[in-house]
């Protein structure tokens, strides 16, 4: 065990009122503690850990001295006045009414992904609760937010966070994040928080002022790598996994999407990922609670989510952006930027059957083999989305689904996606239609940083070939047109948002249609036809479901297996806006089975016989 466990940074009020400040600063023999005026000298011990204690309610504000300069507590928990200004002491206790919420199974996760600045018209995390019973009423169950780390000005994803145990003061602080997660445990809700380990933004970062907490042993493209493996570095990855345990503990967070961990560079025995999914569902435990670790990687590698037994890390399920460029590919036509490597319906069929259209196979993009085999691993530990913030977002002009594909391959779209064996992601206003961009967004204050981020955009941009000029991230105007309407109730909208409902339901009504066993998906692609048919077993049921990519009607010739098959959703039903006169009849069993598809158009029969 390290010497450095256990060891929290921060600001800790005490129950007599006395307040505990604590920073980690290695390369400095004298700091001083700032608060209500006075310079308070501050003890170091052999570890390089600094401590001090004042009487300092909740609500104070402090900084720390170093030589002859002030700093913001790096560790702060609260910066109300943003990245530059002091920091303010937080009381960590709040009025719960939580005490019988147990967390969410993997296997039931329906994530719904937000934007707590343009989700509602506030802005805040208080303007996201009164929308709590209709995410409840469509069947999500987890509800991921972008990051919430304090970042500068009011206006930015969250991955430009310099403070990262601080809840943003322009969402409302950490009071308001205590408030939504509370009133979403009441409306029977999780909340999954994405934290970013990789890197720090480059506006108020000052960890580097007080100790070796980067590295220039690696890099990563949007920072210095922070130091998980190298002299020093137990205290820093003390200060992530405290991070971690903070949001369980004192936000009653259920679960954490990890950003990019393909940019957490560690050679050590023991990896942080590792550590970090072991102390998580530690404390998961402790508090009683489901407690997931999703770690986004677009790495196809399964160690991710094998158990450590397994020669794993044994985190909970990663994001898959194979299904995503897949189903994309085909939707779209795109084949510029890494929508290059796919296009086929055997794209596709191999993300049913085998989790990963690339594993141990050669990507023209990439020009080098790309992933593994996830053989043994269950539908459950893989995330997938037709849409998400970083698939829309960084299209140059933040397209969503319904601005490239009609309303027919929508529906495709959710269907694909809701009824694979896998855990489905939807991003915010995809349920309904939503017609806004999701742009990307900042409000720095350095115009070098400014010009940096637009250069850098471009940059990215040159890869899809889109032409002319983007959106500027800096404007107002760029973050507004993002925010949702959800207040959309045309036709189309709300037979959307019906059938994310009823797929949603049906996931549940059947375990045939919902996380998939290893091995009990079966696809069959059919090219020429632009078509997929996927062939799904469960306990108590089995499933056929039929996906028409294609402008044309298509008649698959296809075995199915023995059983009584009776149609449980079609796409081209006049409740769902489809041209379809009536429902499709059973589905006939045996070797010379036929299926009449009509264009753009999804059917899906089951079988309630034991498989």
């Given at each position: 065990m390290s010497p450095y466990q256990g060891k929290a940074q921060g600001a800790f009020v005490g129950a007599d009122g006395t307040t505990v400040f604590r920073i980690w600063a290695p390369r400095h023999e004298q700091l001083h503690l700032e608060v209500d005026g006075q310079l308070v000298p501050m003890d170091r011990d052999d570890l390089g850990f600094f401590a001090a204690s004042h009487p300092a309610p909740a609500g104070t504000r402090?900084?720390?001295?170093?030589?002859?300069?002030?700093?913001?507590?790096?560790?702060?928990?609260?910066?109300?006045?943003?990245?530059?200004?002091?920091?303010?002491?937080?009381?960590?206790?709040?009025?719960?009414?939580?005490?019988?919420?147990?967390?969410?199974?993997?296997e039931d996760a329906v994530i719904y992904e937000l934007h707590v600045g343009t989700f509602s018209e506030a802005g805040t995390f208080?303007?996201?609760?009164?929308?709590?019973?209709?995410?409840?009423?469509?069947?999500?169950?987890?509800?991921?937010?972008?990051?919430?780390?304090?970042?500068p000005g009011t206006r930015n994803w969250g991955y430009d966070g310099a403070f990262p145990n601080a809840v943003q003061n322009s969402y409302g602080g950490p009071a308001g994040l205590r408030a939504l997660v509370d009133a979403a445990h009441r409306a029977g809700l999780g909340i999954c928080l994405d934290v970013v380990y990789n890197h720090l933004g480059p506006d108020g970062n000052y960890l580097e002022v007080f100790g070796p907490y980067f590295t220039d042993a690696y890099s990563t493209p949007w920072g210095k790598a922070v130091n998980f493996d190298g002299a020093e570095s137990d205290a820093v990855r003390e200060l992530f996994i405290q991070n971690a345990l903070m949001w369980i503990e004192e936000f009653h967070v259920d679960a954490l999407r990890l950003d990019a961990v393909h940019a957490i560079f560690d050679q050590s025995a023991y990896p942080f990922l590792h550590e970090l999914a072991d102390r998580v569902h530690e404390a998961g435990k402790k508090a009683g609670r489901q407690v997931l670790v999703f770690p986004e990687s677009?790495?196809?590698?399964?160690?991710?989510?094998?158990?450590?037994?397994?020669?794993?890390?044994?985190?909970?399920?990663?994001?898959?952006?194979?299904?995503?460029?897949?189903?994309?590919?085909?939707?779209?036509?795109?084949?510029?930027?890494?929508y290059a490597d796919f296009g086929k319906v055997a794209d596709l069929a191999a993300v049913f059957e085998s989790s990963y259209a690339y594993a141990r196979r050669y990507s023209p993009h990439r020009r080098r083999r790309h992933g593994n085999l996830a053989q043994g691993v269950d539908g459950c530990h893989f995330i997938v989305a037709t849409?998400?913030?970083?698939?829309?977002?960084?299209?140059?002009?933040?397209?969503?689904?319904?601005?490239?594909?009609?309303?027919?391959?929508?529906?495709?779209?959710?269907?694909?996606?809701?009824l694979s064996p896998f855990v489905p992601l939807i991003f915010m206003g995809e349920e309904y239609g939503e017609k806004a961009p999701f742009l990307y967004f900042v409000d720095h204050q350095n115009p070098e940083?400014?010009?940096?981020?637009?250069?850098?955009?471009?940059?990215?941009?040159?890869?899809?070939?889109?032409?002319?000029?983007?959106?500027?991230?800096?404007?107002?105007?760029?973050?507004?047109?993002?925010?949702?309407?959800?207040?959309?109730?045309?036709?189309?909208?709300?037979?959307?948002?019906?059938?994310?409902?009823?797929?949603?339901?049906?996931?549940?009504?059947?375990?045939?249609?919902?996380?998939?066993?290893?091995?009990?998906?079966?696809?069959?692609?059919?090219?020429?036809?632009?078509?997929?048919?996927?062939?799904?077993?469960?306990?108590?049921s089995?499933?056929?479901?039929?996906?028409?990519?294609?402008?044309?009607?298509?008649?698959?010739?296809?075995?199915?297996?023995?059983?009584?098959?009776?149609?449980?959703?079609?796409?081209?039903?006049?409740?769902?806006?489809?041209?379809a006169a009536g429902e499709p009849g059973p589905l006939q069993a045996g070797r010379d089975a036929a299926i009449s598809l009509p264009p753009r158009a999804a059917i899906a029969w089951v079988s309630e016989e034991s498989s």
């Amino acid at each position: 065990m390290s010497p450095y466990q256990g060891k929290a940074q921060g600001a800790f009020v005490g129950a007599d009122g006395t307040t505990v400040f604590r920073i980690w600063a290695p390369r400095h023999e004298q700091l001083h503690l700032e608060v209500d005026g006075q310079l308070v000298p501050m003890d170091r011990d052999d570890l390089g850990f600094f401590a001090a204690s004042h009487p300092a309610p909740a609500g104070t504000r402090y900084r720390y001295r170093v030589g002859e300069a002030m700093f913001p507590d790096p560790a702060s928990r609260f910066q109300p006045d943003g990245p530059h200004g002091p920091a303010a002491v937080v009381d960590p206790r709040y009025p719960w009414t939580d005490e019988e919420w147990r967390g969410v199974r993997l296997e039931d996760a329906v994530i719904y992904e937000l934007h707590v600045g343009t989700f509602s018209e506030a802005g805040t995390f208080e303007g996201i609760i009164p929308h709590l019973p209709r995410l409840e009423e469509l069947g999500v169950t987890l509800i991921e937010i972008m990051p919430v780390s304090q970042f500068p000005g009011t206006r930015n994803w969250g991955y430009d966070g310099a403070f990262p145990n601080a809840v943003q003061n322009s969402y409302g602080g950490p009071a308001g994040l205590r408030a939504l997660v509370d009133a979403a445990h009441r409306a029977g809700l999780g909340i999954c928080l994405d934290v970013v380990y990789n890197h720090l933004g480059p506006d108020g970062n000052y960890l580097e002022v007080f100790g070796p907490y980067f590295t220039d042993a690696y890099s990563t493209p949007w920072g210095k790598a922070v130091n998980f493996d190298g002299a020093e570095s137990d205290a820093v990855r003390e200060l992530f996994i405290q991070n971690a345990l903070m949001w369980i503990e004192e936000f009653h967070v259920d679960a954490l999407r990890l950003d990019a961990v393909h940019a957490i560079f560690d050679q050590s025995a023991y990896p942080f990922l590792h550590e970090l999914a072991d102390r998580v569902h530690e404390a998961g435990k402790k508090a009683g609670r489901q407690v997931l670790v999703f770690p986004e990687s677009d790495l196809n590698d399964p160690r991710m989510v094998r158990p450590a037994e397994n020669g794993g890390y044994g985190m909970d399920a990663h994001w898959n952006d194979d299904f995503h460029h897949s189903l994309h590919a085909l939707l779209t036509g795109e084949s510029t930027g890494y929508y290059a490597d796919f296009g086929k319906v055997a794209d596709l069929a191999a993300v049913f059957e085998s989790s990963y259209a690339y594993a141990r196979r050669y990507s023209p993009h990439r020009r080098r083999r790309h992933g593994n085999l996830a053989q043994g691993v269950d539908g459950c530990h893989f995330i997938v989305a037709t849409q998400n913030h970083d698939q829309v977002g960084n299209r140059m002009n933040g397209e969503r689904l319904t601005a490239l594909v009609s309303f027919d391959e929508l529906k495709v779209a959710a269907v694909t996606l809701l009824l694979s064996p896998f855990v489905p992601l939807i991003f915010m206003g995809e349920e309904y239609g939503e017609k806004a961009p999701f742009l990307y967004f900042v409000d720095h204050q350095n115009p070098e940083l400014v010009e940096a981020v637009r250069k850098g955009r471009r940059e990215e941009f040159a890869a899809f070939s889109w032409q002319g000029e983007p959106p500027d991230p800096q404007s107002e105007e760029t973050f507004a047109k993002s925010r949702l309407n959800a207040s959309l109730t045309d036709p189309m909208s709300t037979a959307l948002w019906n059938l994310y409902r009823e797929l949603i339901s049906l996931r549940g009504k059947y375990d045939s249609l919902g996380p998939g066993k290893a091995g009990s998906v079966r696809s069959l692609p059919f090219e020429g036809e632009r078509a997929l048919v996927v062939i799904r077993g469960g306990e108590r049921s089995k499933a056929v479901i039929a996906l028409n990519f294609s402008a044309e009607p298509s008649r698959i010739q296809l075995e199915v297996p023995s059983g009584t098959w009776l149609p449980v959703l079609d796409t081209t039903a006049p409740q769902w806006l489809g041209a379809a006169a009536g429902e499709p009849g059973p589905l006939q069993a045996g070797r010379d089975a036929a299926i009449s598809l009509p264009p753009r158009a999804a059917i899906a029969w089951v079988s309630e016989e034991s498989s």
